[in-house]
């Protein structure tokens, strides 16, 4: 089945400083790839994703970008600010079948 | 859109006690929704799968007897926890999807303590 890491586990950055993210997975089949928030004590909040057939994604401050060959994606935040400060999981979507989660990242943007 | 509600935010109950868990999807239909429980600085793990109209879809490990779902209708689904103890204590999160597998939208979490 479909594995999905995470990596780093923890991220401190300077406000307005970048933060990047990444995650590999294990399944060529896999072929939805989204990235939640998750602010304490809320519900993961989707904040961007990107399909197989894209390599590339951006809205605004976030970017998304997809390795497939490499099976590998990330997640990019320019300008970081203070409440961007939150828990990253990234998600692989085999067709037809359940998300499987990466462990997290907690990252912190220090004023 | 797509906003995906839980009742309750949170509720502590003594052990060997029942509790319910509504999620609803308030402004889309919602064929699929699922359950995640998630513990202390880990990540998000699913419990089951529900249709409406069907039997749920549970996980390897999780017990079906214990952890009752039902999908009554395309924007309500319900988790019982039934005989609740100590270590069901956790973060129940349910969500729903968009797009039949793809895009899910998560509710705001249910925080259960079993005393």
């Known amino acids: 089945g479909e594995n999905v890491e995470q990596h780093p586990s923890t991220l401190s950055v300077q406000e307005g400083d970048s933060a990047v993210i990444k995650c590999t997975y294990s399944d060529s089949a896999s072929n939805y790839f989204p990235w939640y928030k998750q602010e304490l004590g809320k519900g993961p909040q989707l904040i961007i994703d990107i399909r197989s057939n894209v390599g590339e994604k951006k809205d605004q401050r976030i970017a998304v970008t997809l390795n497939k060959t490499a099976k590998h994606f990330s997640l990019h935040i320019t300008e970081t600010q203070p409440e961007d400060s939150a828990v990253y999981f990234c998600?692989?979507?085999?067709?037809?079948?359940?998300?499987?989660f990466g462990p997290g990242t907690r990252l912190s943007v220090l004023p | 859109g797509a906003v995906v509600s839980q009742h309750p935010s949170w509720v502590i109950c003594k052990s060997g006690t029942s509790v319910k868990i509504e999620c609803r999807s308030l402004d889309f239909q919602a064929t699929t929704m699922f359950w995640y429980r998630q513990f202390p600085k880990q990540s998000l793990m699913l419990m089951a799968t529900?249709?409406?109209?069907?039997?749920?879809?549970?996980e390897q490990g999780v017990e079906k007897d214990k952890f009752l779902i039902n999908h009554a209708s395309l924007t309500l689904s319900t988790l019982t926890v039934t005989s609740a103890h100590p270590e069901d204590s956790s973060f129940y999160i349910c969500s729903a999807d968009w797009t039949s597998g793809n895009e899910q939208f998560f509710g705001p979490g249910t925080r259960l303590t079993v005393l």
């Open positions: 529900s249709n409406e109209g069907s039997k749920a879809t549970y």
């Open positions: 998600a692989a979507q085999p067709y037809g079948q359940n998300f499987v």
